[in-house]
């Protein structure tokens, strides 16, 4: 048994090896330009935008490619030229960093503040009403007068004889 592990074990290596993900060699243009704006078109990606100057950026991706830059490589370069809006996501740092995070933080304070809310609302055997006004018996009904008695029993024998 021994023996069969020694064996196979080149073999299993050789196979994690060719299994394990490896980013192609070759950059496509597409890949770069569809993150990019148009710097003369204002608010136009980079690879919908068929004016002059997205023509002069595309041939300057492609030939940056041709000298074997990186993706990041050819990004700085706009980003040099043309500053941080060319880059048609905003970058995960500084301030831009917000737009990232911003969303989640929103949705934690926003459950958050519903949790609390629920658990305020469902919390049994609360009450609103003002203990002095509850009647002696209990039944949460405001205690009765003389005159309002005297009041219902002469509405209750007036309905008796009616009927």
């Given at each position: ?9 080149p ?26 704006m148009?710097?003369?078109c ?116 007036r309905?008796e004889?009616?009927?």
């Amino acid at each position: 048994m021994n023996m069969s592990f020694r064996s196979g074990f080149p073999a299993f290596l050789a196979l994690l090896v060719l299994a394990l993900p490896v980013r192609a060699a070759a950059l496509t243009k597409t890949e770069v330009v569809n993150n990019l704006m148009c710097y003369t078109c204002p608010q136009e990606h980079l690879a919908n935008c068929q004016c002059g100057g997205a023509q002069e950026m595309k041939d300057s991706v492609q030939r940056m490619i041709g000298e074997g830059k990186t993706e990041q490589e050819i990004l700085d370069y706009f980003v040099a030229r043309y500053g941080e809006g060319i880059v048609s996501t905003p970058p995960r740092r500084g301030f831009a960093l917000t737009a990232y995070v911003a969303p989640y933080l929103g949705l934690c304070a926003g459950a958050i503040v519903a949790l609390f809310l629920v658990l305020r609302w469902a919390r049994p055997g609360r009450r609103d009403t003002d203990p002095k006004s509850v009647a002696a018996a209990g039944n949460g009904a405001p205690p009765i007068d003389a005159a309002d008695r005297e009041r219902v029993a002469q509405e209750l024998a007036r309905l008796e004889r009616e009927e």
